[in-house]
Nanobody, 111 residues
Framework: EVHLVESGGGLVQPGGSLRLSCTTS????????FTWARQAPGKGLEWVGN???????SYDASVKGRFTIIRDNAKNILYLQMNDLKPEDAAVYYC?????RGQGTQVTVSA
């Protein structure tokens, strides 16, 4: 069974950084494509970026240059390094693969 657990969210000031983790089990991590997405209050799910099994990465324009997706195939963990955070980045962040999404982790950006 595919199992994904996000962690690392919290409260950060504008301009700050956070690293989110997505701990996984139940599938072959190294062969999987992953997606990070987010959902702000009152808004729909927004795609943040993808990483494929070869490490090729795509980002939404709103986060490109500030966010980095990292995969650790040895630990079966996916990361989202977020720098220069803005208030509009506040949302619940989700990782997903193989049609399964985790429970999410809350990111709040406020002074």
């Amino acid at each position: 069974e595919v199992h994904l657990v996000e962690s690392g969210g919290g409260l950060v000031q504008p301009g700050g950084s956070l690293r989110l983790s997505c701990t996984t089990s139940g599938f072959t991590f190294s062969k999987s494509v992953f997606t990070w997405a987010r959902q702000a209050p009152g808004k729909g799910l927004e795609w943040v970026g993808n990483i494929d099994s070869d490490g090729r990465i795509s980002y939404d324009a709103s986060v490109k240059g500030r966010f980095t997706i990292i995969r650790d195939n040895a630990k079966n963990i996916l990361y989202l390094q977020m720098n220069d955070l803005k208030p509009e980045d506040a949302a619940v962040y989700y990782c997903s693969t193989l049609g399964v999404r985790g429970q999410g982790t809350q990111v709040t950006v406020s002074a």
